[in-house]
Every structure is written in C-alpha cells, then in structure tokens.
C-alpha cells in the first residue's frame, strides 16, 4: 500500500518563529489532507489539498502532485499552533481510504 | 458545515461486556464512513470502511467478530466492541466522506471516544 512520511517528527520553535511542515507520500492520490489534533484528540482540518496551493491566514500549503510531497507552512507561529499536525492521502487505487503519516509534534514556547 | 459528532465522548467498561460507539453526520449525508484507532503518541490507523446498506469492509487484522460495524443510514454508523477487554482500550475515531463518484473525497472526522476496559 501507499507510504506516507512525515518529518520533521519533531520541531521546538520560538513563538513567532515560521515553520514548514513535509509529506512525501509513495503513489498517485486523489485526497490529500492536513490535520491538526488538538489536546482532546479532535482532528482539525486544516486543508483539502490534493494538488495545488491554498492559503487559510498565517496557514498555507502546497503539495506537487508530481513529485509526490506537500508542505505546510506556519508563520509567526503562536504558542496555540502546539499540538501534532498530521498529513493524509488517498491512493488513486486505495477505494477512498487515507493512510496517515506518523505526524509531527510541534511545540511553540513563549 | 461538514461536522460530525461521536457518542460517547468518554466510557469505561468491565472486560467482558460490549460497548457501542456511535458515529452521525450532523449536516451532510455521510455515504461512506470510516473507523479509525489511535494509541497513545500513536497515528491513526484504519480499522474499516462502512458503506450504508451494505457491510463494512474490514482491514487486515481486524477482528470483524469482535468490532461489529453497523451503517444503518446516511447520517449514522455504529461500532460495537463485544467482549471487551483491556487490550481494546484506545481512542476510536469515525469520520465521514459526503461526496459521490466524481465528487470531493474529503473526510471529516468526530472528536473521537475513550474506551477503557478494566
């Protein structure tokens, strides 16, 4: 099945500090999607991304279709944006099931 | 838009007993939904896809006997877990695709259940 790796698994950044986020995914999908699990374990969704870019506030992401990878990048981050960002996707071939990346845990200190 | 809701939030149970989970679309009919387990510091990983009116599709290593999944309309589906026991306790997470063929693949996911089995 498809391969999804997500790194840096771990980032410390100041609050204020821009951060870029990576999904290298090993097939062709048709659903791409990024998350952010808040402390209670709710999955946020932060964009519906298959190809392309798009921008939500200090938020934005962009994923190549091609070269089978997505950033998310994060700027002038606040101490709110802790939390594990997860990245998705759904093979062309996996009959609409998303297989997540591992995450990465973001931590933004004051 | 686009929200789901799961119930209970929380439950704790005696090994041995079964629990069920429920899992609604509030403002969109759901025709494929999803279940999901997670572990502590752990991603999530795919348990089954449950299609209204027809039966679930589970993934491997996945004891269908033991997590029965019922979609019995296009804004509700089920998780049983029958004869629980401690092994079971994780944090289950159902979410819902609203489009059809053609459509937006995009998922949707509840704010989850804590099952502890003691």
């Known amino acids: 099945g498809i391969q999804v790796e997500q790194s840096p698994p771990d980032l410390i950044l100041q609050e204020g500090a821009n951060s870029t986020l990576r999904c290298n995914f090993s097939?062709?999908?048709?659903?791409l999607q990024w998350f952010h699990q808040n402390p209670w374990g709710q999955l946020i969704n932060l964009f519906y991304?298959?190809?392309g870019t798009k921008q939500n506030g200090r938020l934005s992401a962009t994923t190549v279709a091609t070269e089978r990878y997505s950033l998310l990048y994060i700027s002038s981050s606040q101490t709110t944006d802790s939390g594990v960002y997860f990245c998705?996707?759904?093979?062309?071939?996996?009959?609409?099931?998303?297989?997540f990346g591992q995450g990465t845990r973001l931590t933004i200190n004051p | 838009g686009a929200v789901v809701s799961q119930h209970p939030s929380r439950v704790i149970c005696k090994s041995g007993t079964s629990v069920k989970i429920e899992c609604r679309s509030l403002d969109f009919q759901a025709t494929t939904m999803f279940w999901y387990r997670q572990f502590p510091k752990k991603s999530l990983m795919l348990m089954a896809t449950?299609?209204?009116?027809?039966?679930?599709?589970?993934e491997q290593g996945v004891e269908k006997d033991k997590f029965l999944i019922n979609h019995a309309s296009l804004t509700l589906s089920t998780l049983t877990v029958t004869s629980a026991h401690p092994e079971d306790s994780s944090f289950y997470i159902c979410?819902?695709?609203?489009?059809?063929?053609?459509?937006?693949?995009?998922?949707?996911f509840g704010p989850g259940t804590r099952l502890t089995v003691l």
């Open positions: 991304i298959p190809s």
């Open positions: 998705a996707v759904g093979a062309v071939q996996g009959a609409q099931k998303l297989v």
């Open positions: 979410s819902a695709r609203s489009g059809t063929s053609g459509g937006s693949n995009e998922q949707f």
């Open positions: 449950s299609n209204e009116g027809s039966k679930a599709t589970y």
């Open positions: 097939d062709s999908v048709n659903n």
